[in-house]
């Protein structure tokens, strides 16, 4: 009996612990053994059933991470820490992991981890709807969208902008803002996209004029552009009546004919 008791008390609970991992990439779930311990034994397993997927003994060379064929080639185990690391993020990978550990000593430590298995969020697409100028204000729909499920989007404006906006979500993959602003100058918004484990965001700037500061910003680069025209026909008149009079005339109704 009192082998059974002291046998029960080198047992050392700890509480489930929660991990996020992200399709594709890589995560690593922690055994929590004290650093001071040297492992005799590590058992990571699945299932109420203890369906071992990695495991170690002391003597063997290399652990056993191959032992149940949904994790086969994925899995690392760090006989050092019993750390256990997961490439590849499945779906499938949402599970309760459980990790037995067993130091020189005899002492032991159970731990549950609950990993939870999501998409990594890229950052939102943002499209103008419309843009217009009516009575002297620019008027301008933006659009952001996610192409991931369950993604909440939020539009902010830039800090020194000051004018009215109102903001939309049509549903949890969309969301639309309006503004009306002073024009000849840039409306900043940045739209977050967030998951509850991430966050992503993309700024877009726009701008719109009066169609008269419009025709002031192009009217010198057209006139650069006749007065070049004006210098370069001159030239070649000037050097067609000098050298030759009739290959002139030719070019003249080439040109005007």
């Known amino acids: 009996m009192a082998c059974?008791?002291?046998?029960?008390?080198?047992?050392?609970?700890?509480?489930?612990?929660?991990?996020?991992?992200?399709?594709?990439?890589s995560v690593t779930l922690s055994s929590g053994a004290n650093s001071s311990w040297i492992l005799s034994k590590i058992e990571w397993s699945i299932f109420s059933n203890i369906t071992w997927i990695a495991t170690y003994r002391e003597g063997t060379l290399h652990p056993n991470t191959d032992r149940f064929w949904q994790f086969q080639g994925r899995l690392r185990l760090n006989i050092s820490s019993g750390d256990l690391e997961i490439r590849d993020v499945r779906i499938?990978?949402?599970?309760?992991?459980?990790?037995?550990?067993?130091?020189?000593?005899?002492?032991?430590?159970?731990?549950?981890?609950?990993?939870?298995?999501?998409?990594?969020?890229?950052?939102?697409?943002?499209?103008?709807?419309?843009?217009?100028?009516?009575?002297?204000?620019?008027?301008?729909?933006?659009?952001?969208?996610?192409?991931?499920?369950?993604?909440?989007?939020?539009?902010?404006?830039?800090?020194?902008?000051?004018?009215?906006?109102?903001?939309?979500?049509?549903n949890t993959n969309v969301s639309v803002v309006w503004t009306s602003y002073s024009p000849n100058r840039n409306a900043t918004f940045n739209c977050t996209a967030s998951n509850g484990f991430s966050k992503a965001s993309r700024v877009v700037t726009e701008r719109c004029q009066e169609p008269d500061v419009v025709g002031e910003t192009r009217f010198p680069g057209i006139a650069f552009v006749m007065l070049l025209f004006g210098i370069v026909f001159g030239c070649v008149l000037t050097y067609c009546f000098r050298v030759n009079y009739f290959p002139c005339i030719n070019f003249l109704n080439f040109v005007f004919i």
């Open 4 to 25: 059974v008791v002291l046998s029960f008390l080198t047992i050392l609970p700890v509480v489930m612990g929660d991990i996020t991992g992200y399709l594709g990439d």
């Open 92 to 170: 499938g990978d949402a599970l309760v992991y459980s990790v037995l550990l067993k130091d020189i000593k005899g002492e032991q430590q159970n731990k549950n981890l609950r990993l939870t298995v999501t998409e990594r969020l890229s950052k939102p697409s943002v499209r103008k709807v419309f843009s217009m100028l009516k009575d002297s204000h620019c008027v301008m729909a933006l659009q952001c969208s996610s192409s991931v499920k369950d993604t909440h989007l939020s539009w902010e404006p830039e800090a020194a902008f000051e004018d009215a906006f109102w903001r939309r979500n049509p």
